[in-house]
């Protein structure tokens, strides 16, 4: 292949980086057959038209830790769980575009290594791990742009996390897609095109993880790794039902991304588990924790993992709305639900009144604190190469009234008006213990206003994003689908505002039926042990294990 930093245009490179993915799809063996010459809606039906029943059955059957017992075991070799993922991986891309690369001659000589062991080795002996194009990844061969088209073939290290996964004995098979800027809520970009849901093509899965949430929504994956500065872990998990926790910043280490604007503190992003159960969030911060990576980074808090248990039942406020866009009716129908479960199962459970707290003003701070040279460095990164500018990367940089070129002063200004926010927030979340003694533990709220969202039309951040301002920590899980006959539209309800409108226009029932519904689990800062604990406790609530 020619070198790409030779090639003129921005065409041209882009089809570089296509050829690349698509040779890498290439050695897949036996070759994906069955598929329809029309993929349906839906892909959910597809693995049992393509897979044998051994793949699916490996691919199916297990959680992560579940897989890993069976591994160490040896009753399953890991050169089969690998090559069974690789194929699931090739067909959840064949089904949703998902990939920027399949590791097929790789992930299959270090299986082989491992399987060779006298012993199995590792907390993740043998785990078959997704992850994201722009965090980089062990292996001599490793280039990444992070969908900037200029940044094709420019060749790239690994992080922490990965080289502590290999030490502990992980595989690393598929690197998936992510959107223009890795800061739009859906993935799309010049280079690969539109990553599309695994339940319903016409909508997104979210972003910008949107290629790991639609790899595990195919159970290409059930263990990956995501990103998240304003909703890229819990936004994506949500859309495709999926399992994402993004904890509190500065608890794992994050340095090396092919990323921009390196060294922003004002708003600063984390990795986090995105996987098809709940178990696998804890698994994931244990393991990346018991290797003491503060030791490092000397930026990071030193706190190993310490699991919380719950010594009386939780109390809950729910946030119905978060004071600025109305929820659509299945995510209201969701909250319900799961409200109804944790009052049987003895929890006591309050409102949340975001009016008060004025989300509105909270997205004005955050929005400019994301680009605080107004958006300079990324817009010149994409003039570079010629590449078009994307309407959702307008959307969040040229719509937004609060974004500019701020001068030293004006950031500290409005750093200072961040701390403030945050300030009146613990605030509130204190208050809530005034009347009995007993504050709130989390608060259960939608990772969004609905089910994923169609095409280009996720112009709306304030579920997720709001939590990132605060450095709140947040888990997503699944609860039900969209019902055409339980979740009808409001004809009478008249919209708050603009945004408002536009999410209410959006929706109808039948755009989005069976698209999955999530909840969305947040708790104070650094208390993230705590809000996988709490999941733990509304998923029993709800008759799950």
């Not at 092919?258 to 060294?263: A, E, N, R, T």
Request: with cysteine; glycine share 8%; hydrophobic share 35%.
């Amino acid at each position: 292949m020619a070198d790409p930093q030779t090639l003129k245009t921005w065409q041209e490179k882009v089809a570089w980086a296509q050829d690349y993915r698509d040779k890498s799809l290439s050695k897949v063996e036996p070759k994906l057959e069955g598929l329809p010459a029309e993929l349906p809606l839906s892909s959910q039906d597809l693995p049992s038209l393509v897979l044998t029943p051994r793949e699916i059955e490996i691919t199916e059957n297990y959680t992560a830790k579940e897989l890993l017992v069976v591994l160490r075991e040896r009753k399953i070799s890991v050169e089969e769980v690998t090559r069974a993922f690789l194929r699931r991986a090739a067909l959840a891309h064949a089904a949703t575009n998902c990939l920027t690369e399949l590791r097929w001659y790789q992930a299959i000589a270090r299986a082989k290594y491992l399987d060779s062991l006298p012993e199995p080795k590792g907390a993740l002996f043998g785990l078959p791990i997704s992850t994201k194009e722009h965090h980089g990844l062990v292996g001599d061969d490793i280039t990444a742009h992070a969908c900037y088209v200029s940044w094709v073939g420019k060749k790239h290290g690994s992080i922490m996390i990965y080289d502590n996964f290999w030490e502990e004995g992980c595989v690393f098979y598929a690197r998936t897609t992510q959107p223009q800027t890795i800061m739009h809520l859906e993935t799309n970009s010049n280079i690969y095109g539109r990553t599309v849901n695994p339940y319903n093509r016409n909508l997104t899965p979210g972003g910008s993880s949107g290629g790991e949430s639609a790899i595990l929504g195919m159970r290409g994956s059930i263990f990956g790794v995501g990103g998240d500065i304003g909703g890229s872990i819990r936004c994506p998990a949500a859309h495709c039902g999926v399992y994402g926790f993004k904890p509190t910043t500065k608890r794992l280490p994050v340095g090396g991304q092919c990323s921009h604007m390196l060294g922003k503190e004002a708003i600063t992003s984390t990795l986090g588990p995105m996987a098809v159960d709940r178990d696998s969030l804890e698994l994931f911060m244990q393991v990346a924790l018991a290797k003491k990576p503060w030791r490092l980074d000397p930026s990071l808090t030193p706190k190993v993992w310490t699991p919380y248990k719950f010594e009386r039942p939780m109390k809950i406020a729910v946030q119905w709305w978060d004071g600025v866009v109305k929820p659509h009716p299945p995510m209201i129908r969701a909250l319900r639900e799961v409200v109804e479960a944790c009052l049987k199962a003895g929890m006591e459970v309050v409102d949340w009144d975001c009016e008060a707290l004025d989300h509105q003003k909270g997205w004005e701070i955050l929005a400019s604190l994301y680009w605080p040279d107004g958006g300079k460095e990324v817009l010149g990164r994409l003039e570079e190469s010629g590449e078009p500018v994307l309407p959702l990367t307008k959307f969040i940089i040229n719509e937004q009234k609060s974004v500019k070129d701020l001068t030293q002063a004006e950031l500290w200004a409005r750093c200072l008006e961040r701390d403030a926010y945050r300030e009146a927030y613990a605030r509130a979340w204190t208050k809530t213990g005034e009347k009995d003694g007993r504050e709130i533990d989390v608060i259960l709220c939608p990772p969004s206003f609905g089910a994923a969202t169609p095409h280009d039309q996720s112009r709306y951040w304030g579920y997720t994003a709001h939590w990132n301002l605060l450095d709140y920590p947040g888990a997503v899980f699944p609860v039900t689908t969209v019902d055409p006959v339980k979740d009808i539209k409001d004809k009478n309800y008249v919209p708050k505002n603009e945004e408002d409108k536009f999410v209410y226009d959006m929706y109808s029932p039948e755009k989005y039926a069976n698209a999955p519904v999530s909840l969305q689990v947040i708790g104070r800062r650094n208390y993230d042990e705590k809000v996988l604990a709490a999941l733990a406790e509304i998923e029993q609530a709800l008759g799950r294990k």
